[in-house]
């Protein structure tokens, strides 16, 4: 047997590398086929860019590794916002260590739609240039690129530096929704009822019931994070400001307790998107628009259906995966789309799902679909681009990617409602600065100063990085080498609490806390309270007697929830002490704060 020669580690690293290039159907190997492959990707990155990288610096976000399909870009539609620089997250980090931290007053929560959306701003969004189908598609696309460094210029020029939030810079993005607004005969603009003016644009609004001669569904998701008056109060002033606009309520979880990310990932299983609340509303909205034009009944049958279903069996069997077809549109077709003006072509009504990144766009979907069909997460620009499904022979659905419209909302804000990845800031601290001015932080989190010693009790002035340190030191968050406190986990954390509606921040709108017993008295709130599927003390504590003994005999579930789940948001759960407090004591839970002041008790 021949004597086997030596094979270092540096030869095998080349050899995986040789192989991976021709797997890729690329020749050379060695440092020529690695810089091959560098520059593939970076004129990919070049094809794939059409942001105004020369007005601003552009950052790229949700950044993906290429594949081996090379006519697949899947970093095409991720997002790009302006990049911040160096000095000014410094300045903010350092800010976030000196400055104390001052409660708020409760009307400050008041906002008008006129503070985010300034009109003269000239905060609109691009428009397609006009075509015809004489022009070639490189033509068009030219005319598109053209037309949004434009409107970039333009918006820049009326905006000192610095003024504006966090928006879209991709132009593919923009040119998806171009696409639905087109083929959409109803356009569904979903938005968080926690900061509905936030996610609601009125040039859009206007466009749509302008132009375009459409009618537009405004969804208010997630009801059940807020308290039912706050709700109804929303409605009535969308409606009052927007008076073409028709508003509903839903939810894709009703009644469901938001203890744990464990408990929410079995009812969600358990229980399935069957059982959200509102399709009946959407439904209703859309026969009051149609007129008859378009045969629903079928929709209304399938609605029927799954309550029946959901009423006997308490689960929404999959045998009707079947049911729901998914259409598929090439690159070309969508771009040289005809922008035709009639409407429920050959009988089929086409809604489509818009709005702001993580507002429940897709998860709206599946609950009207009454299964998954679209991928859910909490991280903005989960929606690469949007998909189209037959919900019934005449009731088609498209799912835009979500869209971040220029404003002048403060970012802070902004990250709190999820607009902007948690994951990719780079200082969070002020974010959890201006939550904790506008919440009950040290009743909620029961956190211990972190210079305060076990033998005195003397209060003691918070920041910013200070609360980051002690809810470090409350979840055992520590650095790998140095096991210091790890205060950005610890920041990200309380964000992403936020953001799933465990720490509850709500904005109101203007005159609220004057008017709020009439909203408290309001005839419409019990349809509110319903449709949120609030449920009695008893029964509260009986379900939770049932997840309890439903944990305790699933111990392999336990091992898994702080893992991402794409399929929810991916977070933190509450420690063993908080777990241990609430199965002794037995309280009722805090519905729209899940570390509640019960909890610190």
Request: proline share 6%; aromatic share 8%; glycine share 6%.
């Amino acid at each position: 047997m021949p004597r086997r020669k030596p094979f270092s580690n540096k030869q095998k690293k080349k050899q995986l590398q040789v192989k991976r290039e021709r797997k890729r159907g690329d020749p050379g190997s060695g440092q020529n086929s690695r810089n091959a492959s560098v520059e593939r990707g970076v004129r990919r990155d070049r094809q794939s860019d059409t942001s105004d990288s020369e007005t601003t610096d552009i950052r790229k976000i949700n950044q993906q590794p290429g594949t081996r399909d090379s006519r697949y870009d899947p970093n095409r539609y991720r997002l790009h916002f302006e990049k911040e620089s160096k000095e000014e997250v410094e300045k903010r980090k350092k800010m976030t260590r000196e400055t104390i931290l001052q409660p708020v007053p409760e009307r400050e929560l008041e906002m008008d739609i006129n503070q985010v959306f300034v009109e003269e701003q000239g905060l609109d969004f691009p428009r397609r240039p006009s075509w015809h189908y004489g022009m070639q598609r490189e033509e068009l696309l030219r005319k598109e690129e053209k037309s949004f460094h434009e409107f970039l210029e333009s918006l820049y020029s009326k905006n000192p530096p610095g003024t504006l939030s966090h928006f879209e810079h991709n132009l593919e993005t923009w040119r998806q929704l171009w696409r639905v607004l087109e083929m959409s005969d109803i356009i569904l603009l979903i938005v968080d009822i926690r900061y509905p003016v936030l996610q609601f644009p009125p040039a859009l609004y206007h466009y749509i019931t302008g132009p375009l001669q459409k009618q537009v569904v405004l969804v208010l998701n997630k009801v059940d994070l807020c308290p039912a008056p706050l709700v109804l109060a929303w409605k009535h002033y969308m409606t009052k400001h927007f008076p073409h606009l028709h508003c509903v309520c839903f939810t894709s979880h009703p009644g469901q307790q938001y203890s744990t990310l464990l408990q929410k990932k079995r009812m969600r299983r358990k229980w399935g998107w069957s059982q959200a609340g509102g399709p009946i509303h959407i439904m209703r909205a859309c026969q009051e628009i149609t007129a008859g034009k378009v045969d629903l009944s079928s929709w209304e049958c399938k609605i029927q259906k799954d309550a029946v279903a959901m009423g006997t069996e308490g689960h929404w069997p999959d045998d009707g995966a079947d049911t729901v077809l998914m259409e598929h549109h090439s690159d070309v077709a969508m771009e040289m789309n005809c922008p035709t003006q009639e409407l429920y072509k050959d009988g089929v009504l086409t809604l489509g799902c818009i709005g702001f990144p993580n507002v429940g766009k897709s998860s709206v979907l599946n609950s009207l679909v009454g299964r998954k069909v679209v991928s859910v997460s909490r991280t903005p620009g989960h929606t690469k681009y949007f998909q189209t499904y037959y919900l019934t022979p005449t009731v088609k659905l498209c799912d835009c990617p979500g869209l971040v419209f220029p404003s002048r909302v403060n970012k802070q804000l902004q990250i709190l409602a999820g607009i902007y990845p948690v994951s990719q800031l780079q200082e969070p601290y002020s974010s959890v600065g201006f939550l904790c001015e506008r919440t009950p932080f040290l009743s909620v989190l029961k956190l211990t100063h972190p210079e305060q010693s076990p033998c005195t009790q003397q209060d003691h002035s918070w920041t910013a990085w200070d609360v980051c340190e002690a809810w470090a030191e409350r979840r055992g968050y520590k650095t790998a080498k140095a096991a210091r406190n790890d205060v950005y986990r610890a920041a990200n954390s309380l964000l992403r609490l936020t953001i799933d509606g465990r720490l509850c921040l709500c904005l109101r709108p203007p005159g609220y806390a004057l008017n709020k017993d009439q909203w408290e008295s309001h005839p419409e709130l019990a349809e509110i309270v319903t449709l949120q599927g609030r449920r009695t003390e008893e029964e509260e504590s009986s379900e939770r007697e049932e997840e309890e003994d439903e944990s305790s005999s699933e111990p392999e579930e336990e091992d898994d929830r702080d893992a991402d789940d794409d399929e929810d948001a991916d977070g933190d759960d509450e420690d063993e002490s908080v777990r241990s407090d609430r199965k002794s004591k037995g309280f009722t839970l805090n519905m729209f704060g899940v570390l509640g002041e019960n909890e610190c008790e």
